[in-house]
């Protein structure tokens, strides 16, 4: 196989190709290597990287596997790293000047499996300030003038133009699922606690979740069977079999999945081709609609509440040694504010949200819901709106982006669908489902 | 065996004799019936009694043993439920006469493990207002001038007087220690989320522990193999493997216990006799003295920010629908006012006490401190402090009140011994080496 065509297959392909001895994990990397040597000038995806280090680490793979040891799922395939993840071997800045020279000792729980997996560490990808609002200097591949979305700005563009086949990304309101939405690709927040936590910059316990980008769902599947998994280390981490997200995606399912159109009291912010494509995409999944009782509106005030109260116990300290955006120390003196009796309300209140979408599930396979109320803003000062992200988030439920609608200016547009919680797998069989019943699985379709 | 001498019998041994058919149920129940209906008038420990429903319950179990039937750990045995703890069959009042009528639906989970072991739900005992400070009517069967302890009053003095071998309680703060104490019986406040909250009056989700009582450390252990265990309706509690309460407590230990004497900063509270008696005991123990780090002392304002939001949050509600004592309702007011960053620092120094403590077991098997300030004191307006209980309730590590000092006046005074967090067990045989070392095993040894 010519080196140059590498970047073009996907990380499942690749790896097959690695273990049988086809392509080497040095070849594989240096295509990625060449690739963002391409395109990082425009998108500025990355926030560390060090190409002699990514190829050292692949060597050290070939030697292994030429050894004749056995390896691991992930064996030589470059994955990019959110800033806000520790890592050994790379300085993890939180996406702020004032933390840009940290580095830490030892690697996040998520990092280490991936690295036992056989993947290369290949760099640290361009987070907001503290995985907030204000944006760093990464661009969105499919036109440079627009925001990638935020906060895992780097991971979803450096997917998206090609330049490593996975990334690792946060949500804590939309940071997956809107930034994999701008850029077209593949992203996956699972349920609360699936992923563990440990070592990444904590904003808010309740709201926090690590999760993957890929440009295939073969590939998303690949990265989750590592990385989902339980971690003493994370509080919200619980006990659970060991993933199977390739083979449950790879399976038919039984009966032909049943998806819940749900609107949102958010439906308002959505424009006017979005409304149309999603009106036009649940008849096509024959969705049926589910309106959400009128307390849900301020589920919205809820996660706000949530929010503001984390990240100022958990931000306020480390944002007290140096200059931060106004964005976030207004947020952090918000949170300030609330008492405590307010907060465990909000906790509460949450937790009633989320009961009350499992009746959903009970005729429901998954929700059809945009990922994000539109295409990319042509922006880069902001990182667009979480607000169709908002209650998965606040519910702690599976949700992913699928990629392949198109919405105005011909650039992507997000299809979210969200799971019952835990059964994170069972969404990506429904997910592969919706994709060719919509004809999104092998080719993109024009949608305006 | 002549009826009258069962109220003198273990626990432990009455379900022996009855398992084997040499005493029946009904036997059991109605000598504590008898017990009850002497003693009663001057203790008032219980709030609801029903004695012909105990014998028809004593009657089914005794039909149900001379059928064959396999029979529980607990059959025929009488069990005393604090009043905030839900039971399908008596009203639960929460010790407030806004609730008197209250009449649950179902079983709170600690009772209906009794039920299923074959125990005899005899009342509801006396709790403080809310299982707060405000008394009730229950005196102390050692000296009915003064306060049992609170808030599980109506427990320790309904075991302390004979009236049944074993009760449940709860504690917050000091609420199964202390009145153990004060009413000179066993007392166990398990390891946080050992045993299931679910179905009890929730005052604070942190800092709530569901405990018995005994008069024998073998019916402490009994009781604890059947109320220990995993709860999924308990958001604190976790999967561990069948407890062996009764199988460790009769090891003997592989080596002499080592004990940590620990005065806590709260030392100078506690009155001279109680000072010196622990001097003393400390030293025939072999106690090495283990001082904790200053900043410790804000440990007891951890506490305090944490139970107040707590119940504010909980209890607020309730109070709202009729009158509440001034204390309880100023608990309110001052929950109300902590902010959420201030709930959050005291939830982490939590976290930050108890892993400090945890020092402490890399060299003693146990903690020695008193449980109170000393003897029960001679005033029924209040239930006494539990400031000897506060730092171990705040960090979730089992504690027992261990009987047979004995104070000033003649009147029980209460040894606390802790234990590391998850190893409940091995503190039962801890108890019983330090029982056998002070010679309080047997016979009560006057100290003054």
Same mark, same amino acid.
């Given at each position: 196989?010519?080196? /140059?065509?590498?970047?073009?297959?996907?990380? /499942?392909?690749?790896?097959?190709?690695?273990?049988?001895?086809?392509?080497?994990?040095?070849?594989?990397?240096?295509?990625?290597?060449?690739?963002?040597?391409?395109?990082?000038?425009?998108?500025?995806?990355?926030?560390? =990287?060090?190409?002699?280090?990514?190829?050292?680490?692949?060597?050290? =793979?070939?030697?292994? &596997?030429?050894?004749?040891?056995?390896?691991?799922?992930?064996?030589?395939?470059?994955?990019?790293?959110?800033?806000?993840?520790?890592?050994?071997?790379?300085?993890?800045?939180?996406?702020?000047?004032?933390?840009?020279?940290?580095?830490?000792?030892?690697?996040?729980?998520?990092?280490?499996?991936?690295?036992?997996?056989?993947?290369?560490?290949?760099?640290?990808? %361009?987070?907001?300030?503290? $995985?907030?609002?204000?944006?760093?200097?990464?661009?969105?591949?499919?036109?440079? /003038?627009?925001?990638?979305?935020?906060?895992?700005?780097?991971?979803?563009?450096?997917?998206?133009?090609?330049?490593?086949?996975?990334?690792?990304?946060?949500?804590?309101?939309?940071?997956?699922?809107?930034?994999?939405? *701008?850029?077209?690709?593949?992203?996956?927040?699972?349920?609360?606690?699936?992923?563990?936590?440990?070592?990444?910059?904590? =904003?808010?316990?309740?709201?926090?979740?690590?999760?993957?980008?890929?440009?295939?769902?073969?590939?998303?599947?690949? #990265?989750?069977?590592?990385?989902?998994?339980?971690?003493?280390?994370?509080?919200?981490?619980?006990?659970?079999?060991?993933?199977?997200?390739?083979?449950?995606?790879?399976?038919?399912?039984?009966?032909?999945?049943?998806?819940? *159109?749900?609107?949102?009291?958010?439906?308002?912010?959505?424009? $006017?081709?979005?409304?149309?494509?999603?009106? !036009?995409? $649940?008849?096509?999944?024959?969705?049926?609609?589910?309106?959400?009782?009128?307390?849900?509106?301020?589920?919205?005030?809820?996660? &706000?509440?949530?929010?503001? %109260?984390?990240?100022?116990?958990?931000?306020?300290?480390?944002?007290?040694?140096?200059?931060?955006?106004?964005?976030?120390?207004? =947020?952090?003196?918000?949170?300030?504010?609330?008492?405590?009796? !307010?907060?465990?309300?909000?906790?509460?209140?949450?937790?009633?949200?989320?009961?009350?979408?499992?009746? #959903?599930?009970?005729?429901?396979?998954? #929700?059809?819901?945009?990922? $994000?109320?539109?295409?990319?803003?042509?922006?880069?000062? #902001?990182?667009?709106?979480?607000?169709?992200?908002?209650?998965?988030?606040?519910?702690?439920?599976?949700?992913?982006?699928?990629?392949?609608?198109?919405?105005?200016?011909?650039?992507?547009?997000?299809? !979210?669908?969200?799971?019952?919680?835990? &059964?994170?797998?069972?969404?990506?069989?429904?997910?592969?489902?919706?994709?060719?019943?919509?004809?999104?699985?092998?080719?993109?379709?024009?949608?305006?």
């Amino acid at each position: 196989m010519p080196e /140059t065509n590498l970047i073009a297959i996907s990380a /499942t392909d690749a790896a097959a190709e690695i273990a049988r001895g086809a392509v080497t994990a040095e070849d594989y990397v240096r295509a990625c290597l060449e690739r963002i040597a391409a395109v990082e000038p425009e998108v500025q995806a990355f926030i560390s =990287l060090d190409p002699d280090y990514a190829l050292k680490q692949a060597r050290e =793979l070939d030697e292994h &596997r030429s050894s004749g040891r056995p390896i691991g799922p992930l064996h030589g395939i470059p994955v990019a790293i959110k800033d806000i993840c520790d890592t050994k071997d790379f300085p993890t800045g939180y996406g702020s000047a004032i933390y840009a020279d940290r580095r830490p000792r030892n690697d996040c729980t998520v990092v280490a499996r991936l690295r036992a997996a056989g993947a290369v560490i290949i760099g640290k990808t %361009v987070s907001t300030e503290f $995985a907030y609002f204000f944006p760093g200097k990464t661009r969105n591949p499919h036109d440079t /003038t627009r925001t990638p979305g935020g906060s895992s700005s780097g991971s979803a563009a450096a997917v998206a133009a090609g330049m490593v086949p996975l990334a690792i990304g946060s949500q804590t309101n939309g940071s997956v699922i809107r930034p994999a939405a *701008f850029c077209g690709v593949f992203g996956a927040k699972p349920t609360h606690g699936a992923v563990s936590r440990a070592g990444v910059l904590p =904003l808010s316990r309740t709201l926090d979740h690590v999760g993957p980008f890929a440009r295939t769902l073969d590939d998303l599947a690949l #990265i989750l069977d590592v990385i989902v998994g339980n971690d003493p280390a994370d509080p919200d981490s619980r006990p659970f079999s060991a993933p199977a997200f390739r083979r449950t995606a790879a399976e038919k399912p039984p009966l032909p999945p049943v998806y819940a *159109f749900v609107r949102t009291p958010m439906w308002d912010k959505a424009d $006017a081709a979005t409304k149309s494509t999603f009106e !036009q995409v $649940a008849k096509e999944l024959g969705a049926f609609e589910a309106e959400l009782p009128p307390y849900y509106a301020e589920a919205w005030e809820a996660q &706000r509440a949530i929010m503001a %109260v984390e990240m100022a116990f958990n931000l306020g300290p480390l944002i007290a040694k140096g200059e931060v955006s106004q964005r976030l120390q207004d =947020l952090v003196a918000e949170g300030r504010k609330v008492t405590a009796v !307010q907060y465990m309300a909000a906790l509460s209140d949450a937790k009633r949200y989320a009961a009350g979408l499992t009746e #959903i599930f009970e005729r429901a396979d998954a #929700i059809l819901t945009p990922s $994000a109320r539109g295409v990319a803003p042509a922006d880069l000062t #902001i990182t667009g709106d979480p607000v169709f992200c908002t209650l998965w988030s606040l519910t702690g439920m599976p949700a992913l982006n699928l990629p392949g609608l198109t919405g105005e200016s011909g650039l992507p547009l997000g299809l !979210q669908l969200v799971g019952e919680t835990g &059964r994170d797998e069972r969404l990506l069989r429904t997910a592969r489902a919706a994709l060719d019943t919509l004809g999104l699985d092998k080719k993109k379709r024009k949608r305006s």
